[in-house]
């Protein structure tokens, strides 16, 4: 039967770089005799998502004309929707156009790659990457906005560390990493979660991001993705994330817990992807669309604050962007994963219920304000989390966690986790 499923963006179906037996075998000797770069773990994240299909139709870094493209016009320089620049960067001077490399994190090899083009980004060409990339429309964004973001934005903080040299060209990607053992049954390829939805005979699907424990918001959104579509993939984000964060491992557990009580099984899936959060707000809420159209959902749940750190970005200017980006009509080219746009969302004493901006009329005193930001900050002060904001068989879960830490961070509260800008 054929799948009823979005097609992968770009036109070309799954642009999957990882090898598998012989020709990995043989590429994993070849690479042993070739020099080596150690790379980032943004970079580790976005070289496995080329190598399982995630960013079809990537087949290897970015050079500089589509870098300037990307930034400029959201598009690659062929003309098809991109939303962020995919870089590769080395201080290793002696690395050369035509050379093959080899590409490793922590000692594990993780791909080789044909080196096509080796170029400098200036100080003033970074400024113009973070700028167009993580500038947004928050309080943090309206002045001295790299003054600011150097000190306070992490994805800022990795373009302006990011190493001498960039490197492009195409890659085999010879390991996923570790994530298929580490998190089996949730870590899952594009193509294994399409045969999983094309067997459930879905066609209209939905995704939640996720790099937070589920809260009563997420759980609000997730239960609309349900009611409106064949069915919701609650896709949580499995790589690196910043400091204060709760460890994916953690929040996978508490997802499943949340999932066992309080939903129908049939129409919801938990899965994991291999990416780092580069905390671009707007910009990274398309990117989520993107790879999500390579994973076969064509709706994004979008609500506040989408993939925001600190006040950088207007409350719903995740939600605006996607009226934004270019549209030639030619679907091989365009973004066809839409937003689904959802409210402000909280729990209301009145309503005695979950309820959103649309919905409730009543004041704000009347709700409880929820976000990932602020509940994290309460357990990680061990103060108490106030009634209807978390399901309470999560709760436990995350309770042990910060019980466990020896180290603590400090988790700052912005506008849109505290409510102040509702």
């Known amino acids: 039967m054929a799948s009823k499923l979005v097609p992968p963006h770009g036109g070309k179906g799954l642009v999957c770089c990882l090898l598998e037996g012989a020709a990995l075998a043989a590429e994993i000797k070849k690479a042993a005799g070739l020099k080596k770069i150690e790379i980032s773990s943004q970079e580790k994240g976005d070289l496995i998502m080329m190598g399982i299909g995630g960013f079809s139709p990537l087949t290897g870094f970015m050079g500089k004309a589509d870098w300037k493209s990307v930034c400029e016009k959201f598009t690659m320089t062929d003309g098809t929707f991109w939303p962020i620049p995919v870089m590769l960067a080395t201080d290793d001077a002696s690395v050369k156009a035509g050379d093959e490399i080899t590409l490793e994190r922590n000692g594990t090899v993780m791909a080789t790659m044909k080196v096509t083009e080796k170029f400098e980004l200036s100080d003033a060409e970074k400024t ?7 500038k947004g429309e928050g309080a943090d964004s309206q002045t ?23 490197l492009a060209g195409p890659v085999k990607v010879l390991s996923e990493g570790g994530f298929p053992e580490k998190f089996p049954g949730v870590y899952k390829t594009p193509a294994q979660l399409r045969a999983e939805m094309d067997e459930r005979g879905w066609a209209k699907v939905a995704a939640l991001q996720l790099r937070n424990p589920m809260h009563r918001s997420h759980e609000y959104l997730c239960k609309i993705g349900v009611e409106v579509c064949d069915g919701v993939v609650i896709h949580s ?38 990416l780092d959060m580069r905390y671009a707000g ?15 959902m064509n709706f994004l749940l979008v609500g506040r604050d989408h993939a925001g750190v600190g006040d950088f970005y207007g409350m719903f200017e995740a939600q605006e962007i996607f009226d934004k980006i ?7 080219k365009d973004l066809l994963t839409q937003p689904l746009k959802i409210d402000w969302t909280f729990y209301c004493v009145k309503c005695d219920g979950m309820a959103s901006l649309r919905t409730c009329p009543h004041s704000k005193e009347d709700r409880v304000i929820l976000s990932g930001t602020k509940l994290r900050k309460l357990l990680s002060e061990g103060g108490d989390v106030p009634d209807h904001f978390g399901r309470e068989e999560c709760l436990v879960i995350l309770r042990k966690y910060y019980a466990g830490l020896t180290e603590k961070v400090e988790v700052k509260m912005q506008k849109a986790a505290s409510g102040s800008a509702m």
């Not at 113009?128 to 993580?134: A, Q």
């Not at 270019?326 to 091989?332: L, Q, R, Y």
Request: charged letters at 20%; glycine letters at 8%.
């Open 128 to 134: 113009f990457e973070c700028e167009k990339n993580y």
């Open 144 to 166: 001295d906005f790299m003054g600011t973001a150097i000190k306070d934005h992490p994805g800022v903080q990795m373009v302006l560390a990011r190493k001498k040299y960039c």
């Open 237 to 274: 984000l499995v790589g690196a994330l910043k400091p204060g964060d709760i460890p994916a491992e953690v929040r996978v557990d508490a997802i499943n817990t949340l999932v066992e009580h309080y939903f129908v099984k049939k129409n919801v899936i938990q899965a994991g992807y291999p």
């Open 282 to 296: 707007p910009r990274e809420a398309l990117l989520h669309a993107l790879f999500r159209q390579n994973y076969g």
């Open 326 to 332: 270019p549209v030639t009509g030619n679907a091989s």
